[in-house]
C-alpha cells in the first residue's frame, strides 16, 4: 500500500513523455510508483501505447498533457485508461495536468461543439473513474465528468516562487480579464496584495485580442498578472506593456499552462515583462521563463480523488 493513503492499494501512476515530469513528482510525494508507458506512432499517424507494468487490483492514475499535441494527447489518454481497464486496475483516474479544448467550453458561434463537454465524456467512456487537471480554464467544465472531479489550485507554489522576487514592493496582482478574476484574488490573497482585472475583448473569428486601459492605480508597484494560459502571448504582452504604460514599476507574471506558441516569446521580451512563472503542467519553451513544480498539489488532489473512489471518507 502506498505511504499515507487511506485504504487506497498500491497506488501507480502511469505517464507519457512530457506529463512524467508532474507525475513522478506527485508520485514522490504520495510515496507511489511512478512508471512512463511505452509508445509509438504507427506508420499511418496512429498512436500505440503500452503499459509494462502491474495494475491487477490497483489504485491507478494515467497521466498525459495537453500540449504541445492536444487531439493526440486526448486519444492517448484514452488508450492508457483503457489499456489500464484491461491490466484490471481496481480504479483509474485521468489526470491531465493541461486540459486540451477547454477553452471551447460554450457554443460561441452556432454550429459549434462543447468541444471540453465531448473530450471529459469521451474520458469516462474509455473507462476512467475520476478526472483531475491543475487549473482548468473554466471550473463549471469539470461538472461535464459523469464523475469524481478535481481542480488542482497552483496559487499557493505561486506565491511561495513568486515571494522572493517581489521584495519589498507594493504588490498588486492583475488579471488580464474578469474571467481570470478568481484566479488574481487567490493569488492576491497569499501575497497580501490588492487585485483587479483588467477588460479584454477577442475578436470570436479572428482571435485579435484587445485590452481597454482601465482607471488602476499601480504607479510604483510590482504587478504580477496572473492567467491559466499563454498561448500567443497576445494577452500577456499587451497587458504587462499597458501596466508598465500606467506607471507600474516592475511586471512579473504567473502562469500556469505555458504554451508559448509561435512568436510568443519574442512578443513577452519586447513587452517590458520581467519575469514568468509557469507550472510544469506543459515542457517549458523559455529558458527565461521560471517553472514551479506542481506535483505536490497535484499529488493532494489526487489523494483526495483516489481515497473517495476507495470508499475511505474523511472524519469531519
Ligand atoms: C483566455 O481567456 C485565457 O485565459 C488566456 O488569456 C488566453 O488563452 C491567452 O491566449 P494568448 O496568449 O494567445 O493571448
Redesign the pocket.
Known amino acids: 500500500m502506498a505511504a499515507g493513503l487511506q485504504g487506497v492499494p498500491g497506488l501507480l501512476l502511469v505517464c507519457r513523455g512530457p506529463a512524467c515530469g508532474i507525475a513522478r513528482s506527485a508520485a514522490r510525494a504520495l510515496g507511489a510508483e511512478a512508471v512512463e508507458a511505452q509508445g509509438k506512432l504507427f506508420p499511418d499517424a496512429e498512436s500505440y501505447v503500452r503499459i509494462d507494468a502491474e495494475a491487477r487490483g490497483r489504485a491507478a492514475v494515467a497521466v498525459v498533457t495537453g500540449f504541445p499535441e492536444p487531439s493526440r494527447s486526448v486519444v492517448e489518454e484514452m488508450l492508457l485508461v483503457e489499456a489500464l481497464r484491461g491490466l484490471g486496475a481496481a480504479s483509474v483516474t485521468a489526470f491531465m495536468p493541461y486540459t486540451p479544448y477547454s477553452?471551447q467550453d460554450r457554443r460561441f458561434l452556432r454550429g459549434e461543439p462543447v468541444s471540453i463537454r465531448a473530450v471529459l465524456r469521451g474520458l469516462a467512456a474509455a473507462g476512467a473513474d475520476a478526472y483531475a487537471t491543475v487549473d482548468i480554464?473554466k471550473p463549471y467544465s469539470l461538472d461535464w465528468f459523469p464523475g469524481p472531479a478535481a481542480n488542482i489550485d497552483p496559487s499557493p507554489v505561486f506565491a511561495e516562487a513568486l515571494r522572493p522576487l517581489l521584495g519589498g514592493d507594493t504588490v498588486y496582482v492583475v488579471a488580464?480579464?474578469r474571467?481570470?478574476l478568481p484566479r488574481a484574488h487567490r493569488l492576491a490573497e497569499r501575497l497580501g496584495a490588492a487585485f483587479d482585472y483588467l477588460e479584454k475583448t477577442r475578436d470570436r473569428v479572428t482571435g485579435e485580442?484587445t485590452i481597454k486601459p482601465k482607471t488602476l492605480d499601480v504607479s510604483g508597484a510590482a504587478v504580477v498578472l496572473v492567467?491559466?494560459?499563454?498561448?500567443?502571448?497576445?494577452?500577456?504582452a499587451k497587458a504587462a506593456r499597458l501596466l508598465l504604460e500606467a506607471g507600474a514599476k516592475r511586471v512579473l507574471a504567473a502562469v500556469t499552462h505555458c504554451l508559448l506558441v509561435g512568436n510568443?516569446v519574442e512578443k513577452l521580451e519586447q513587452s517590458g515583462l520581467e519575469t514568468l512563472v509557469c507550472g510544469n503542467t506543459v515542457e517549458p519553451r523559455w529558458e527565461k521563463a521560471r517553472t514551479a513544480d506542481l506535483g505536490p498539489v497535484a499529488a493532494e488532489a489526487l489523494r483526495g480523488l483516489v481515497e473517495r473512489l476507495h470508499g475511505y471518507e474523511k472524519e469531519l
Not at 227 to 236: A, K, M, N, P
Open positions: 477553452r480554464h488580464p480579464d474571467g481570470a485580442v492567467d491559466d494560459i499563454v498561448s500567443t502571448g497576445g494577452t500577456l510568443a
